[in-house]
């Protein structure tokens, strides 16, 4: 699977649209690019994933770059609830067969009032 | 979204013994379970794959004689920590991902809360 590059820390305040970037250069054809959170001592939480098109649910948005090198996740609108470490990764999937989830060290984001 | 449990959340045991922790999907079936550890201040490490039915998958440097995974049924995998010392003191977290299917129609990968292991 594809490494992942994202910047260890980020701050953002309540309420502010919160961007994480990730970079993926070296992703493949077959590879979707997935994000998750996990807030401290909890278990991960899916957030969202794509492919090439973005995409939009009701947590985030992914927008993923036509070149499919990097990819941002959007909170529109962060509270404080929001403040965890936000891991971007990439997997593949052939034939409905899917890889591994392997984390990096991700981004934490903290959210301040 | 689909649920996961760990039991116990938390466990202090002491050096030699063994720890069973249980992971359960609680409304769906996982042909798949996952265990991760994770050291403070460091991310999560894949540990082992397990598919229901069939040995576990264990990752390079896991130690598959010191850490049994028994994954008998869809619902329930369980990870066992055989003859604990203070170095196994870890965050484990497992994950389940079901068949295709309504929960997973993407198959999403869903995580249980974690089980705290602290081996005096």
């Known amino acids: 699977d594809a490494k992942t590059t994202q910047p260890p820390s980020m701050d953002c305040a309540e309420g502010r649209a919160a961007n994480l970037p990730c970079n993926h250069s070296t992703i493949s054809g077959n590879e979707y690019v997935y994000w998750y959170r996990q807030i401290h001592s909890q278990g991960p939480q899916y957030i969202i994933h794509?492919?090439?098109n973005n995409e939009t649910n009701e947590m985030a948005s992914l927008i993923i770059t036509e070149d499919r090198k990097s990819s941002t996740l959007i909170l529109p609108h962060a509270t404080l609830r929001d403040t965890a470490v936000y891991y971007c990764?990439?997997?593949?999937?052939?034939?409905?067969?899917?890889?591994?989830?392997?984390f990096g060290k991700g981004t934490k984001l903290s959210v301040k009032p | 979204g689909a649920v996961v449990s760990q039991h116990p959340s938390r466990v202090i045991c002491k050096s030699g013994t063994s720890v069973k922790i249980e992971c359960r999907s609680l409304?769906?079936?996982?042909?798949?379970m996952f265990w991760y550890r994770q050291f403070p201040k460091q991310s999560l490490m894949l540990m082992a794959t397990?598919?229901?039915?069939?040995?576990?998958?264990?990752e390079q440097g896991v130690e598959k004689d010191k850490f049994l995974i028994n994954h008998a049924s869809l619902t329930l995998s369980t990870l066992t920590v055989t003859s604990a010392h203070p170095e196994d003191s870890s965050f484990y977290i497992c994950?389940?991902?079901?068949?295709?299917?309504?929960?997973?129609?993407?198959?999403?990968?869903?995580f249980g809360p974690g089980t705290r292991l602290t081996v005096l």
């Open positions: 794509g492919l090439k």
């Open positions: 397990s598919n229901e039915g069939s040995k576990a998958t264990y």
């Open positions: 990764i990439v997997r593949v999937e052939i034939g409905g067969s899917q890889g591994n989830l392997i």
């Open positions: 994950s389940a991902r079901a068949a295709s299917g309504r929960e997973n129609s993407y198959n999403e990968q869903f």
């Open positions: 409304d769906f079936q996982a042909t798949t």
